[in-house]
T-cell receptor, first 117, second 117 residues
Framework: EAGVAQSPRYKIIEKRQSVAFWCNPI?????LYWYQQILGQGPKLLIQ????????DSQLPKDRFSAERLKGVDSTLKIQPAKLEDSAVYLC???????????????FGPGTRLLVL | AQKITQTQPGMFVQEKEAVTLDCTYD???????LFWYKQPSSGEMIFLIY??????QNATEGRYSLNFQKARKSANLVISASQLGDSAMYFC??????????????FGTGTRLTVIP
């Protein structure tokens, strides 16, 4: 079974530029998550989708970050304009769903390493 | 207050020996789940083991076991017979109950394990 796919793996941009990340979850997984992992820290949830609806986006900086999951499958996370503090690894994860089970395992992709200069 | 605390920034273990990675958590929920993930230098978060708050027995998965002490709110990971490939960052994470409807994971800051030949 294919895992969570993410692209690109690496991205270097200058501040104030825009960038987009793509994620394709494990086939059949209803719930998709985007996490931000700053160097030396654990991942922090940005947004959670169940199918194509948003379950939790309370930690998403909505003035510059946006995300969508059209058709309830793959998802795109965008940053516009980027700031220096956005330098991080952006991890996508998926779970079988629906949202709510404490024992539900999330499976992560390889992440996208973003460097903002 | 931090929901997950990992007090060991780094740990060393001799190959073939056992090692314990500490994790304490903070929640007022009765229903919650505790997870351990491994993150090698490639960046992907690999699920290792899960313990539910109502599980009476400690979880085990191959060389991994979880020492769950509910009264102390600790969920330490024990790796037996360490291998060189175990060198990585290890993250403890928690998902709380169903009250909010979301099921994102709260991660600790991680412990870097180095296995010495």
């Amino acid at each position: 079974e294919a895992g969570v796919a993410q692209s690109p793996r690496y991205k270097i941009i200058e501040k104030r530029q825009s960038v987009a990340f793509w994620c394709n979850p494990i086939s059949g997984h209803a719930t998709l998550y985007w996490y931000q992992q700053i160097l030396g820290q654990g991942p922090k949830l940005l947004i959670q989708f169940q199918n194509n609806g948003v379950v939790d986006d309370s930690q998403l900086p909505k003035d510059r970050f946006s995300a969508e999951r059209l058709k309830g499958v793959d998802s795109t996370l965008k940053i516009q304009p980027a700031k220096l503090e956005d330098s991080a690894v952006y991890l996508c994860a998926s779970s079988l769903g629906p949202a709510g089970g404490v024992g539900e395992t999330q499976y992560f992709g390889p992440g996208t390493r973003l460097l903002v200069l | 207050a931090q929901k997950i605390t990992q007090t060991q920034p780094g740990m060393f273990v001799q190959e073939k020996e056992a090692v314990t990675l500490d994790c304490t958590y903070d929640t007022s929920d009765q229903s919650y789940g505790l997870f351990w993930y491994k993150q090698p230098s490639s960046g992907e978060m690999i699920f290792l083991i899960y313990q539910g708050s109502y599980d009476e027995q400690n979880a085990t998965e191959g060389r991994y076991s979880l020492n769950f002490q509910k009264a102390r709110k600790s969920a330490n990971l024990v790796i037996s017979a360490s291998q060189l490939g175990d060198s990585a960052m290890y993250f403890c994470a928690m998902r709380e109950g169903l009250q909010t409807g979301a099921n994102n994971l709260f991660f600790g800051t991680g412990t870097r394990l180095t296995v010495i030949p």
